[in-house]
């Protein structure tokens, strides 16, 4: 049973920054890609960013220059650093893996259980 747990929402004012965080508690995702997927009340799922196990990364345009993706050093973790955040980044930030290679608009296999951001 595969599970990635994230840490690190909260709420903060626009123009605040955040650090979310994910760990693979089991499973092994030093080649997988891994990234991050949210979801706003009404709205339908989108990629925020994605990372390969190689460092490539990819950003939704509407976070690219704002946020950062990173894998920590043992390549089951993923950090996701979120700059001058705007009332519209307010969602539940879920972390995801899956084999490689992936997309942002990839079939993510393995999901954390979110966290939540709240821009105010």
């Known amino acids: 049973h595969v599970q990635l747990v994230e840490s690190g929402g909260g709420s903060v004012q626009a123009g605040g920054s955040l650090r979310l965080s994910c760990a693979a508690r089991?499973?092994?995702?030093?080649?997988?890609?891994m990234g991050w997927i949210r979801q706003a009340p009404g709205k339908e799922r989108e990629g925020v960013a994605s990372?390969?196990?190689?460092?490539?990364?990819e950003y939704d345009a509407s976070v690219k220059g704002r946020f950062t993706i990173s894998r920590g050093n043992a390549r089951n973790t993923v950090h996701l650093r979120m700059n001058t955040l705007k009332p519209e980044d307010t969602a539940m930030y879920y972390c995801?893996?899956?084999?490689?290679?992936?997309?942002?608009?990839?079939?993510?296999?393995?999901w954390g259980q979110g966290t939540q951001v709240t821009v105010s």
């Open positions: 990372i390969h196990s190689n460092g490539s990364t």
């Open positions: 089991t499973g092994t995702f030093r080649s997988a890609c």
């Open positions: 995801v893996a899956t084999p490689p290679p992936c997309t942002l608009g990839s079939t993510w296999n393995y």
